[in-house]
């Protein structure tokens, strides 16, 4: 069964560096989404991405944050400076179109940020 | 406030037990969600309500949209539905999902 896939799983990285997360969403869906848990927390929106654009995101997607899809296969989130406060897991999710409201969700990658 | 409100924050039970676990929300939606994220992680979609009943195995959600109230039933209950079932709404936006703080559930055998 296709499944979406994230890599690294575990990504540690000093304050103030570049992360890239990346996601591979399964190959027919249209509509891309990333996820943060910040350990203990409930999961919290970032953003949405269909058609090569972002479609919606949150007050925590600020400039710090972006999200591109570079070779119709991979969908990443760039983390430019990282802060300690975005110590996190993020989850990648995406959905077939939009008549399907199912998302199927990455297994995560941990971030630590120290 | 938590614009989406579960309960019980945690939940054990017997192994056979009948389950149910609620989701009250404060915003307007088109949709709500339940999932279920496994000890390691992994959150899986389990259903997708805008009104009525769903039923998938010993799976049943059902929503009142009036009461802004949603419940999950889980029947004969197994250890192996011990996870953390989250409710998420879609509200106001075409795709931002609003989370529940979610509910641990351990199953006993």
């Known amino acids: 069964e296709p499944e979406v896939t994230q890599t690294p799983s575990h990504q540690v990285t000093q304050m103030g560096q570049e992360v890239i997360l990346r996601c591979v969403p399964i190959?027919?869906?249209?509509?891309f989404y990333w996820y943060r848990q910040i350990l203990g927390q409930k999961v919290e929106f970032l953003v949405s991405f269909y058609n090569n654009e972002i479609s919606e995101k949150s007050e925590i997607f600020d400039d710090q944050f972006s999200v591109e899809r570079p070779d119709g296969s991979n969908f990443t989130l760039k983390i430019r400076s990282t802060k300690l406060e975005d110590s996190a897991m993020y989850f990648c999710a995406s959905r077939l179109d939009r008549a399907q409201e199912t998302q199927y969700f990455g297994p995560g990658t941990r971030l630590l940020v120290l | 406030k938590n614009e989406v409100e579960q309960s019980p924050q945690n939940l054990t039970a017997q192994e056979g037990e009948f389950i149910t676990i609620n989701c009250s929300y404060s915003?307007?939606?088109?949709?709500l969600h339940w999932l279920q994220q496994h000890p390691g992680g992994g959150i899986v979609s389990l259903f997708m309500?805008?009104?009525g009943k769903k039923k998938h195995g010993r799976l049943i959600a059902t929503i009142n949209i009036q009461e802004k109230h949603s419940s999950l039933h889980i029947t004969a209950s197994h250890p192996r539905d011990s996870a953390v079932y989250i409710c998420a709404v879609r509200s106001g936006g075409p795709d931002k999902l609003i989370f529940g703080t979610g509910t641990r559930l351990q199953v006993f055998p």
């Open positions: 190959s027919n869906h249209l509509y």
């Open positions: 915003v307007g939606i088109s949709a």
């Open positions: 309500l805008s009104s």
